[in-house]
């Protein structure tokens, strides 16, 4: 299993960009478990409008489950 560390880290060299988060399914089970996945208002295109509320990591990073992903694998990044 990925650590959130891994996570962390890649996370940490886009600062200040804004990096989703594509999760495998085991690897979003096992966060949103842990209580690491919340629900956070995002906005469209960070306008501010159509606000609704999605699963995020720490607040500011949408986190969605990809199927085409290994079950325990994941992609940080803006087109993520």
């Known amino acids: 299993m990925i650590a959130k560390a891994d ?10 960009a804004k990096a ?3 999760f495998g399914f085991d690897l979003y089970r096992e966060f949103a478990r842990q ?3 919340k629900m956070e ?3 469209a295109w960070g ?5 609704m509320p999605v699963p995020a990591y720490r ?4 986190a969605y489950l990809d199927w085409n992903l ?5 992609l940080v990044g803006p087109d993520a």
């Open 59 to 62: 607040q500011s990073h949408f």
């Open 20 to 22: 989703s988060i594509a």
């Open 35 to 37: 209580g690491w996945l």
């Open 41 to 43: 208002s995002f906005t």
């Open 7 to 16: 996570i962390d880290a890649i996370l940490a060299k886009h600062q200040g």
């Open 70 to 74: 290994p079950e325990e694998d994941f």
């Open 47 to 51: 306008t501010g409008a159509f606000p």
